[in-house]
Nanobody, 124 residues
Framework: QVQLVESGGGLVQAGGSLRLSCAAS????????MGWFRQAPGKEREFVAA????????DYADSVNGRFTISRDNAKNTVYLQMNSLKAEDTGVYYC?????????????????WGQGTQVTVSS
């Protein structure tokens, strides 16, 4: 069982930056690939970024590639999402997710555990 708690969301102006954190419980965190998803108002939840269990492999949605960076610190049981050059369309609730399979996944159904989400609002 893994519990995930996101933090770091908030209100930021377009062009600004935020860093989201996701703290995980459990001693087997390092065996899980991790992902970030987001859900904008009135839209379905979508994939943002993912990282393999050791951090050697990452994947990004086209809409954030080059602006967002996912990373992890297995010693701290934490995964991060550094978001730069934020746009109004990045607004939404950001969710952290974990999968018991160690490689990168981009589909929601591939993930076993989810956090409660953190709100990111980008003003234009």
């Amino acid at each position: 069982q893994v519990q995930l708690v996101e933090s770091g969301g908030g209100l930021v102006q377009a062009g600004g930056s935020l860093r989201l954190s996701c703290a995980a419980s459990g001693r087997t965190f390092s065996r899980y690939a991790m992902g970030w998803f987001r859900q904008a108002p009135g839209k379905e939840r979508e994939f943002v970024a993912a990282i393999s269990w050791r951090g050697g492999s990452t994947d990004y949605a086209d809409s954030v590639n080059g602006r967002f960076t996912i990373s992890r610190d297995n010693a701290k049981n934490t995964v991060y999402l550094q978001m730069n050059s934020l746009k109004a369309e990045d607004t939404g609730v950001y969710y952290c997710a974990a999968t018991g399979v160690g490689y990168v996944k981009t589909l929601e159904r591939g993930y076993d555990y989810w956090g409660q989400g953190t709100q990111v609002t980008v003003s234009s």
